[in-house]
Structures are given as C-alpha cells and as structure tokens.
C-alpha cells in the first residue's frame, strides 16, 4: 500500500507541477490578484483532476475517447484556451491594475480552473495511462482498497501543489517589474494559443 500511495503521490507532483493551461491561467491571475486567485484557479482544477482520475482509475477512459465524446470535447477546450490566450496577450499589451480588475473577477478564478481542467483533452490519455499504471504496479487487477490508496496519494499531491503554487506566483507578483509582468502574461498568452492550436489539431 505504501508503494502505490508514494506512486501515486509522485504522478501528482508531476502532474499538476508541469506547464499547462493551468499554470499559465494560475500565473496571469496570481499577477494581477495575488495569492487567493491564484490558489482558487488550483483548487477550481481540482475538480477536473478528481474526475479524470475516477474515469481513469474506473476504467471509463476508453468510453470517453470515442470521437462522438471526445471531438467536441476537444474543439470546446481549444476555444476555451485560445480564448484565454488572447486576454493574456491583452494584459501584457495593456498591462492590467488589480483596481481595474471586474468585480468578482477574482471570485470566478475557481470556475476558471474546474473548466481548463475538465476540458482538457489530455487528462483522458494521462488518466487512461495511470490507470494502467496502476495495475503494473500490484502486478494485477487493483482491488478497491489500492485503487483509493492511490486516489488519496494523487489528491494529497493535487492539494499540497495548490498552496506551493500558488505562494511561488505570489512570491513573484510582489517582486517582479512591470516589464516582467509583461513577458509573464505575453508568455502566457503564448502558451495558452499553442496549447489551443495543438488541441484543435488533434480534432
């Protein structure tokens, strides 16, 4: 048990720490908002996290990458991100105060998060892969007991990679220059085009 927990903590890390659209989403928003925006964009992907990986650890990923399920998935989640995208180019063009900010802005970082991490294509491929991890690692069928050892371990990483994230954008909002705030949303908007570009390509 204590192999699969540590396993599965280890793909959390890996997981939740590499670059993505949450990352950049986390990154514009901890800039403009601070640290609470910032972690609510985290825990909003959280609950994209906790599905795909009940799909994934269920076996149900094979059922969503039929193309009726998965194409408009995909097209929905390119859009979404080339949106996203185009409003960070648009802050590091004209580079955006907290006091300008909508009402509430920082308050919908949460929905934020849930919808890049729902609609994220390749959560389906990720989770179909660990789930088949999982079974490399009990060397069989997972029972029910392994399979939420290493849900919980995944989570604990998920929930733990939130608050360091979150505090290192924060870290760097206080301290960066205005020009530096500028290449950050530029290189979101980047990111997130490119992220929006491959994804319809895989349409």
């Known amino acids: 048990m204590l192999t699969i927990f540590f396993s599965a903590l280890v793909f959390g890390f890996v997981f939740c720490l590499s670059p993505g659209a949450v990352l950049a989403e986390t990154l514009r928003r901890g800039l403009l908002h601070g640290f609470t925006p910032a972690l609510l964009v985290q825990f909003g992907s959280l609950v994209g996290d ?67 991490s729902l609609a994220n294509p390749k959560n389906i491929v990720y989770w179909g892969a660990l789930g088949s991890a ?38 760097l909002r206080k301290n960066a220059s205005a020009t530096w705030q500028r290449l950050s949303y530029g290189s979101c908007g980047v990111v997130l085009i490119y992220l929006a570009f491959l994804a319809a390509r895989s349409v």
């Open 50 to 116: 906790a599905t795909w990986a009940v799909i994934g650890l269920t076996g149900m990923a094979l059922l969503i990458q039929h193309d009726a399920i998965r194409v408009p998935l995909t097209a929905v989640c390119a859009l979404y991100l080339a949106w996203l995208g185009i409003r960070s180019l648009l802050d590091a063009w004209r580079l955006p105060q907290s006091d300008d900010a909508p009402a509430g802005s920082g308050r919908n970082a949460l929905v934020v998060g849930a919808a890049i």
């Open 134 to 171: 999982l079974s490399g690692i009990v060397g069989a069928t997972p029972s029910h007991g392994q399979t939420l050892m290493f849900f919980a371990g995944f989570m604990l990483a998920s929930v733990l990679s939130c608050f360091l994230t979150a505090a290192l954008v924060n870290v």
